[in-house]
């Protein structure tokens, strides 16, 4: 980068932190339409869950023409292994999720790696110090009190709030522990393409939300979902871009391989420019804990069936059963409904996509796919379902899960005091994060909305917000870069062709170069 002329966007930057961010301008770009997080939901917006617009049956059609008989033996083997996988993950419950402390990233045995790569899930604890974090929740509150126009969901007793850029997101955010945590996780990730535009290397920003959950709240009740879009997993604009789940349509779910990142590049995760519907490649999703939270005290749970489960909801769509459950209300199927023998291949495809909506997030639920034993445990009913709860969290652990991975929240939070944390995924540097990335980046120096998310005056108007120099006091050199602030050094020794590429790109589409 020495010898590229860095041109002058650098130094203004600079020397707008120093500066109030009040000065930026008032009126915001074209934004995503107003609301908060139950829009990106069709569950929480009221939505009911049926057949999509035909176009979809021939999308369906489409996809797996020519491999009808491999996909029809493929789903055999499937039901199969998830009958084998599900007790055994239904009986360790939390330990299925593997956990390592922060001071062991450096070293982490193989049993650990392993694992991870399996579940697609994590904890890691002790990354930024306990009181620190407490430090941060109790930011949060005097920022929220301060600012009483800010919007969460519900309105009556604020849960999720519709906050990105509070001082306490920022410190979290560009934390130099929490930016090593992601790079190791990143790392679990590879490239069947040695010249793939991604850098792992260099975590950038992604402006989320925040819990901060109540003793007794049951409105927020997220069921079992996976972000980054819903029907663009099966869109030839969408997923298959990149040929991301090729193999499994092609009737060989074995051979998928979750952790390959370049087949992820090219790809539309928003299609319809939904509220929250996510744009960017966040290759892990996670949070921040900010209080002591375990089972049913209004925690996450996941499904740690990373290949086996991603490769059932691709599925599902295609096959009906021959004779359907007597009772689809249940708990639990009988073995006739649910053997293999039950299930045929659809002729033709219907223009069902069980579970997505256009616009929203994908959902799963009990009834529509059966095979997962996707039952939200209770006190009285644990060690059957294939959700299980991340185990006990103390602030200032961090806990992370494949973008792929089914996860959910608790229906009720029995706790006793508040399950809180910082929605926080690891995002590697790509082309498409880069052009994100300055779109977010104006939007934090304006104080609007992250762009993914609903629009309005955001934190304009919010008094404490911070600017530019905040993010350079905790951390001026890889804080400030991953959040599009300073320009990535793609003459560092030690770099890969692809890195230095993807490094010079994104510093032009930030500005820095000429």
Known sequence: MATRQITRRASRLADYGHQSVRTAATSAPAQKKEGDISDAFASLSGLEFGPLEQRFADVKSRLIKGNEDALYHSWHRLLASLREEIPLIAALSSKAIPEIDFNALDNASPEFRAEHKKRGVAVIRNVIPQQEALNLKQELRDYIAANPQTKAFPKENPQVYELYWSPAQIK??????????????????????????????????????????????????????????????????????????????????????????????????????????????????????????????????????????????????????????????????????????????????????????????????????PHLNLQMPTLQSRGKSSMVHVPRVNPGDYVSWHCDTIHAVDAVHTGKTDSSALYIPACPLTVQNAEFLARQREAFLNGWPCPDFGGGVGESQHVGRPGVQDVEKVDANEGMQAFGLKPWDSDAPGLQPGQREVMDRANKILGFYD
């Open 172 to 369: 979290a955010r560009s934390h130099p522990n929490l930016l090593k945590a992601q790079k190791f996780l990143l790392q679990f990730w590879h490239s069947k393409d040695p010249n793939a535009l991604v850098s792992s290397s260099h975590p950038t920003i992604y402006a989320d939300r925040l819990r901060m959950r109540s003793p007794g709240d049951a409105r927020f009740a997220l069921g079992p979902h996976v972000d980054g879009g819903s029907c663009e997993r099966w869109e030839e604009k969408g997923y298959e871009r990149g040929d991301v789940y090729k193999q499994v349509f092609a009737g060989k779910w074995e051979e998928y391989d979750p952790w390959e990142s370049s087949c992820r590049l090219p790809i539309t995760s928003d299609l319809y420019a939904g509220v929250g519907a996510c744009s960017m490649f966040r290759a892990l999703q996670g949070w921040l804990s900010m209080s002591e939270t375990g089972p049913y005290e209004g925690t996450l749970l996941v499904n740690p069936l990373l290949n086996r489960a991603t490769a059932y909801f691709l599925l599902r769509p295609f096959f009906s059963p021959k004779k359907p459950a007597t009772d689809p209300a249940s708990e639990t199927y009988d073995e006739a409904f649910l053997s293999p023998d039950n299930w045929q291949l659809e002729s033709p495809p219907s223009s069902w996509l069980q579970g997505a909506t256009p616009g929203h997030g994908q959902e799963l639920r009990h009834h529509l796919h």
